[in-house]
Structures are given as C-alpha cells and as structure tokens.
C-alpha cells in the first residue's frame, strides 16, 4: 500500500511541477491563467495527502478560484485585438542569454537551499503541535488550526484583516474601469443553475461556518463560497446594484475589522488582556467573530474582484 | 476485502475509464465544440461512477448522502459552465464568420 | 522529515520556488511577473506544510497551517492591488497613444 500511495504522490507532483512550468510560459495568456488555476487544485489535493484539509479549502477557494478569477479580469481588461497587443500579454523576444543564465542560477541556488535545508532536518524538532494539543481545551474550539487562527494567534488573523482592508480600498480608488459583464447576462441555462446552485452555496457557506469549529473549515472558506455567490449575482446581471449599494458594500469592508478589533476592546475591559476571551464563553466568543468575518471577507473578495463602478445594465452586444 | 471493497473499487476504475475517455477527447478532436462534447458527456458518467464507488466504499449513509449532493453541484456546474464556453465558442465563430 | 511523503512534496515546493524565481525575473509580461509571485508562494507554502507533517496516522502540526491560510489570504489582496495597478498603467499607456 505504501508504493501505491507514494507513486500517486509522485505522479501528482509530476503534474504540478509540469502545470505550473506551463503557467508561467510565455505564450497564450489565457490559457497560462487556466493552468495556473489547475495548479492550484492539485496543490489543494497535494495538501490534503498531506493532513492540511483547512489550508487545502483555503486554496481551492481563494488562492486558486479568486486569484484565477482576478487574473481572468485583468486579462479581459487588456485589449487582444490583433495589431495591438498590449504591454502586458504581448510575447516579447526572449530575455536575453545573460539574464537567463543568471536567473536559472539564482534559482537553482534558491532551490539547493531549500533543499539543503529540509534534508538537514532530522524530525526531532517537536514543533508546537503538543504545545497547541496541551491547551486545545481550554481554546473553546477542537479544530486546532482554528484555535491557533481565532484564539492562540488572533493577533496575526486580526492584522490579515485589515491587509485584506487595505486592499480593497487601494484597489477601489484606482480601478479605471468597470468589471466585465457577460454576453449575454441572461439565459435559462444560467438562470436555472443560480437558482439551484447559489441558495445551495449560500447553505454550505454557512455549514461551512459552524463546522470550523471541530472540523476543516472556518470563515476564510465560507467567506470564500459566499464571495463566488456575490460576484455570480453581479456579473451574471442577476442583482443590479442600486444607489446605496456602494456605501453598503463600504460598510461590510470595515465591519471585519470593526468587529474584531470591538471584540479585542471588549476583552480588554472584562478579562484585561486584548483578544483573552473569557474561558467559559470562547466558543461563543470565537463563532461570534467568526459570522462577522465570515461577511466581511465575502464582501471584500468579491468588492476586489467587482470594483467599485459596476458595467451599465446592457440588454446585449459586443463587449468593448 | 470484502464484497463492497470489490464493488467500490470496480466502480472506480470504470470511472476511471470514462475520465481517461474525455481526456483523449479532449487533446484529440479538432475543435471546441467537439472537445466540449467529449467532456461533459464522458466526464458526468465518470463522476457519476466515481463518487458512486466512493460512497460504497465509504460505507456511511452521511458519507453518501454528501457524495450525492457534491455529484449533483459538481454535474450542474458543469453543465452550465459546458453551455457558456459552447455560447462564448459559438461568438467567436460567428465573428471570425462575419465579413 | 521524517516520511518520504513529506519529503517528496518539500522538494516539489523547493522545485515549484525555483522555478518561479526563474521565471519571475525572465519573465515575457507583466501578467506573468504576478503568476510566478504566486507559485513562488504556493511552493513555499508546500514546504511549511511538508514540515508540519507528522505521518499519516498523527494530526499535523496546526501552526505552520495557520500561516500557510494567513499567507494564502495576503498573497490574494497583494496581487488583486498588483493587478489594479497593471490595469491602471494600460490604461494610461492607452490614454497616451490615442491623444497622439
């Protein structure tokens, strides 16, 4: 059983070692950023083999499905009109012999490190997982990784959010132009399968939710699941934005960090330290901060991916 | 190994066969909308084995019952992503028809 | 490392860091510069998480995955604001070839 299983992961790196080489080839933009996107999957699959099942949702969903969807737009937004291929997909000549000599050499340096270092370890390092099984109980949640992210460590998930905060509102003040719509933006075919699909979604969102308290998952990947649903609604034309739409979305930016950093103020007034919730109530403490985020990051995702000017309602025609 | 140990492992692999049926599809026939065909019509069968061999050998009812659901988003996302590559194939084609 | 799974997939990461770097400094477009900053971070990420490994039958250590998920989180808000960016300097250089 050992050789089955470590010729399928060996099979499985073949595959990522050669989908991501395709990735970054020059060439066909297009499909460099569907191979990256499958890339990302197999990464997902490779981490499961691994015992990460959190992290591996985390990529299937944010590193793999929102960047590939960012660089999607991205490409749509540059012009591929035959004659004018523009600064950022035109295939130029190769770089010259100099320089890749130079970049493989650094690389293959980079690489021998790493590889230097993993052979120099020994396994004996106890790392902290005893350490994090030790107070597992006390934390209020037994799915470790959300322990260490809500409750040992919420000092650094507190400062993701608002990187997360900071991106949108850059990306927000320097968008040029609106995100692309489909078209056309209706057909049954569409209609029926976000009619089916996207209350299902909005339902494993928040199963998704609940369960990261004793199981893979947590508010990253729910919040995740519930961006997709937002940029469906928006790009498939299902939802037109109204007028306070804007000043609403900018309200869900902040109430992540609002409510995080309101939870911290709280804590520090009950228990005197920042972020120590009280021990009896943590699990409700952690759920609470966890809905609030679980919002704030779906409607960050997709306000990244959306922009703030949304396309004009268009009843069809050619895409500009 | 068990009867279910057989069974389930036997639906894998004819999966299996399916998948690697769209798959040579796909790299071989000439355009889109053959490619297409091939894969959403080989690869629902394939899924559909697939996670019918992964539920027996689960063994679980709760095991099942999630298996079928992923089945049922993974074929309607296929589906509909199927007939919005076919439409955005289908303008291309038009355009490049246009005189 | 103590399983050849994890270290199999460490060299992978150290395979997929190496080809990034090579491909980021060489790299045809501006588009691409971005892709190899992710696989840059997927492969350091796969490394992190080949460390934490503890076998198949031990839960794997949480820390190195928490970093990883917090990674994963900033890598997708740098490169939404590098793609902003890009698009913002096309349109510039649009802007400027037509007021020619």
């Known amino acids: 059983m050992n050789a089955a299983w470590l010729a399928f992961d060996a099979l499985l790196l073949a595959g990522i070692l050669g989908v991501a080489w395709a990735a970054m080839a020059p060439g066909d933009a297009f499909r460099a950023i569907v191979m990256f996107m499958v890339m990302g999957l197999l990464v997902a699959l490779a ?55 130079a970049a493989f050499g650094l690389a293959a340096t980079l690489t021998g490190l790493l590889v ?201 025609g050619e895409r500009p | 190994m068990t009867f279910f140990d057989i069974l389930g492992g036997a639906l894998l692999v004819l999966g299996l066969g399916f998948f690697v049926a769209g798959t040579v599809g796909m790299l071989r026939f000439p355009d889109a909308f053959c490619r297409l065909h091939a894969l959403t019509k080989a690869d629902n069968l394939g899924l559909a084995l697939t996670a019918l061999g992964t539920a027996v050998l689960a063994g679980t009812w709760s095991a099942a019952v999630k298996l079928a659901l992923i089945w049922g988003l993974v074929a309607l996302a296929s589906a509909t992503s199927g007939h919005l590559i076919a439409g955005h194939a289908l303008r291309a084609t038009d355009r490049r028809d246009r005189p | 490392m103590t399983t050849a799974t994890a270290l199999l997939y460490g060299l992978g990461g150290a395979l997929l860091a190496g080809m990034a770097l090579y491909r980021l400094v060489t790299a045809a477009d501006w588009l691409r510069r971005i892709v190899a900053v992710n696989v840059l971070a997927v492969g350091v990420a796969s490394i992190l998480i080949a460390t934490a490994y503890r076998g198949p039958a031990a839960p794997a250590d949480p820390v190195p995955h928490a970093f990883v998920l917090t990674g994963i989180v900033v890598l997708v808000s740098t490169s939404a604001v590098a793609l902003a960016l890009i698009r913002l300097l096309h349109a510039r250089d649009e802007n400027h070839h037509d007021s020619r």
């Open chain 1, 47 to 101: 981490w499961v083999r691994l015992r990460a099942p959190d992290v591996a949702l985390a990529e299937a969903a944010v590193g793999s499905g929102v960047t590939g969807a960012l660089f999607l737009r991205t490409w749509h937004a540059l012009p591929r009109e035959a004659g004018r291929a523009s600064e950022a997909t035109a295939a130029r000549p190769a770089a010259p012999r100099r320089l890749r000599l």
């Open chain 1, 116 to 316: 230097a270092a993993l052979a120099s370890l020994d396994g004996t390092a106890p790392g902290l997982g005893d350490a994090v099984a030790a107070r597992l109980a006390q934390s209020g949640v037994s799915n470790p990784v959300t322990a260490v992210l809500l409750n040992f460590r919420a000092y650094d998930t507190l400062l993701e959010v608002v990187v997360l905060l900071a991106a949108v509102v850059v990306v927000w003040s320097l968008d040029a132009r609106p995100a692309p719509r489909p078209v056309p933006a209706r057909g049954p075919i569409f209609l029926g399968f976000a009619r089916l699909a996207l209350p299902v979604t909005v339902l494993a969102a928040g199963y998704l939710l609940w369960l990261g308290a004793f199981a893979p998952g947590g508010a990253f990947q729910a919040g995740a699941l519930l961006a997709a649903v937002g940029i469906v609604l928006l790009l498939g034309g299902l939802y037109r934005p109204g007028s306070g739409d804007r000043r609403r979305a900018r309200l869900a930016f902040g109430l992540g960090l609002a409510g995080f950093a309101g939870a911290g103020a709280l804590t520090l007034g009950l228990e005197g330290a920042m972020l120590r919730y009280p021990p009896a109530a943590a699990k409700t403490w952690i759920l609470a901060i966890e809905a609030v985020l679980t919002l704030s990051i779906a409607a960050t995702l997709a306000g990244l991916f959306l922009g703030e000017r949304s396309a004009p309602a268009r009843t069809g």
